[in-house]
């Protein structure tokens, strides 16, 4: 009665096309359309394709919950913005991303990298993606600080790509983000190309001796030596690398098993669901829809590509000049898409020959790439922030 009675006293009609116009199917746009397009397309490529589907799946369900026309999830206010919270909370204070490589350190066996201390080089090497696209991004029109938040995305690294962006150029977070995230789960299908170009038949059928048995104490103390250095060397890059270099000491310490357990696990998830959604929310259809945003992803592609070539043609470099064979296929795990990139190496060796077995060699460099591509990230936020 007291609702019929509403209706009357203001007019059945105007309460009836006010309720109209406030639905999200009389507000939504064509680009609010396409947005959402997007997202479930990786949701798709998550859930169907396998994709890095743990990133992907979040990142694209946030990216429909932004463009919810008239929803306010990303709005400053009480009650619905919970996804402006979550970004606020967690990227704007750089803590998902620094949290993210705590578990990262965690999950990483560093002991390729110690058990061949050479392949550091093509973890090196791969940061010439980072370099050139910096350049690339200035020559058509980005500015330094931007070119710098790009060029990230040549090191394959979620993380490091949105603590950079968060501190060089926020406004690009968005795309930035979901292009590293976009060619990190695309590595299977972007690198064997690259790779088979650069190499002969003859180089992806190298076999390498067996790697070493890396001691306890050189598991360790390579961490701690590794902040030590950074703190000398690259000061801006100890927040990344100290929170690498301290998940892997849990791992390798064998006395927090816990600790270690709950960094690999429990914490590394709840941080993965609230930074893919925080990054999705970034992902409003008034930035996308940019002829920037297209030059990120042009740019994001070549930075990859030239990172991978980059560790290749060292890796054949290294391959001709070195006693012991080497197969310069693991050059392309230099990038710091942490396996994937040794599993493609693995993947292609095992193509040409069954039973040559490389992933455990591609780790060293895959190893180095995550900690050159931090190293990198240190020097741009330094020359540039």
């Given at each position: 009665?007291?609702?019929?009675?509403?209706?009357?006293?203001?007019?059945?009609?105007?309460?009836?096309?006010?309720?109209?116009?406030?639905?999200?199917?009389?507000?939504?746009?064509?680009?609010?359309?396409?947005?959402?397009?997007?997202?479930?397309?990786?949701?798709?490529l998550?859930?169907?394709?396998?994709?890095?589907?743990?990133?992907?799946?979040?990142?694209?369900?946030?990216?429909?919950?932004?463009?919810?026309?008239?929803?306010?999830?990303?709005?400053?206010?009480?009650?619905?913005?919970?996804?402006?919270?979550?970004?606020?909370?967690?990227?704007?204070?750089?803590?998902?991303?620094?949290?993210?490589?705590?578990?990262?350190?965690?999950?990483?066996?560093?002991?390729?990298?110690?058990?061949?201390?050479?392949?550091?080089?093509l973890?090196?090497?791969?940061?010439?993606?980072?370099?050139?696209?910096?350049?690339?991004?200035?020559?058509?029109?980005?500015?330094?600080?931007?070119?710098?938040?790009?060029?990230?995305?040549?090191?394959?690294?979620g993380?490091?790509?949105?603590?950079?962006?968060?501190?060089?150029?926020?406004?690009?977070?968005?795309?930035?983000?979901?292009?590293?995230?976009?060619?990190?789960?695309?590595?299977?299908?972007?690198?064997?190309?690259?790779?088979?170009?650069?190499?002969?038949?003859?180089?992806?059928?190298?076999?390498?001796?067996?790697?070493?048995?890396?001691?306890?104490?050189?598991?360790?103390?390579f961490?701690?030596?590794?902040?030590?250095?950074?703190?000398?060397?690259?000061?801006?890059?100890?927040?990344?690398?100290?929170?690498?270099?301290?998940?892997?000491?849990?791992?390798?310490?064998?006395?927090?098993?816990?600790l270690?357990?709950?960094?690999?696990?429990?914490?590394?998830?709840?941080?993965?669901?609230?930074?893919?959604?925080?990054?999705?929310?970034?992902?409003?259809?008034?930035?996308?829809?940019?002829?920037?945003?297209?030059?990120?992803?042009?740019?994001?592609?070549?930075?990859?590509?030239?990172?991978?070539?980059?560790?290749?043609?060292?890796?054949?470099?290294?391959?001709?000049l070195?006693?012991?064979?080497?197969?310069?296929?693991?050059?392309?795990?230099?990038?710091?898409?942490?396996?994937?990139?040794?599993?493609?190496?693995?993947?292609?060796?095992?193509?040409?020959?069954?039973?040559?077995?490389?992933?455990?060699?591609?780790?060293?460099p895959?190893?180095?790439?995550?900690?050159?591509s931090?190293?990198?990230?240190?020097?741009?936020?330094?020359?540039?922030?």
């Amino acid at each position: 009665m007291v609702l019929l009675a509403s209706f009357a006293g203001a007019g059945i009609w105007e309460q009836l096309t006010r309720y109209f116009t406030s639905l999200g199917i009389t507000n939504v746009t064509w680009q609010d359309l396409a947005m959402m397009l997007i997202g479930l397309l990786l949701i798709w490529l998550g859930i169907f394709k396998r994709y890095e589907p743990l990133l992907l799946i979040p990142i694209g369900f946030g990216v429909l919950l932004t463009n919810a026309p008239l929803a306010g999830l990303y709005e400053p206010q009480a009650g619905t913005g919970i996804l402006y919270l979550i970004h606020a909370a967690g990227i704007k204070t750089l803590i998902f991303p620094l949290l993210i490589f705590l578990g990262i350190g965690a999950l990483t066996d560093f002991g390729p990298l110690l058990a061949n201390p050479r392949t550091a080089l093509l973890g090196a090497a791969a940061q010439f993606g980072i370099f050139g696209t910096v350049i690339g991004a200035v020559l058509i029109g980005f500015s330094l600080r931007e070119a710098g938040s790009i060029g990230i995305i040549g090191g394959a690294d979620g993380p490091t790509s949105i603590y950079t962006s968060q501190i060089l150029a926020p406004h690009l977070l968005g795309p930035i983000a979901i292009a590293a995230y976009s060619y990190m789960a695309l590595v299977p299908i972007i690198q064997p190309p690259i790779i088979k170009l650069l190499t002969t038949k003859a180089e992806r059928l190298i076999r390498m001796a067996q790697l070493r048995e890396v001691s306890w104490l050189e598991r360790i103390a390579f961490p701690i030596i590794l902040l030590l250095l950074c703190i000398l060397l690259a000061p801006s890059s100890v927040p990344l690398i100290g929170m690498i270099a301290f998940g892997n000491l849990l791992r390798e310490c064998g006395v927090v098993e816990r600790l270690s357990k709950t960094a690999q696990n429990e914490l590394i998830n709840i941080v993965t669901i609230f930074l893919g959604l925080a990054v999705g929310a970034t992902l409003k259809a008034d930035v996308f829809f940019r002829w920037g945003t297209i030059g990120i992803f042009v740019l994001g592609i070549f930075a990859f590509a030239l990172a991978t070539a980059s560790g290749v043609l060292l890796g054949k470099l290294m391959s001709r000049l070195s006693k012991s064979p080497i197969n310069p296929m693991i050059g392309a795990a230099g990038v710091s898409a942490v396996p994937m990139a040794a599993r493609v190496v693995q993947a292609l060796g095992r193509e040409e020959d069954p039973d040559n077995h490389l992933i455990m060699h591609a780790m060293g460099p895959n190893v180095a790439g995550v900690i050159g591509s931090a190293v990198a990230a240190g020097v741009l936020i330094r020359l540039l922030g």
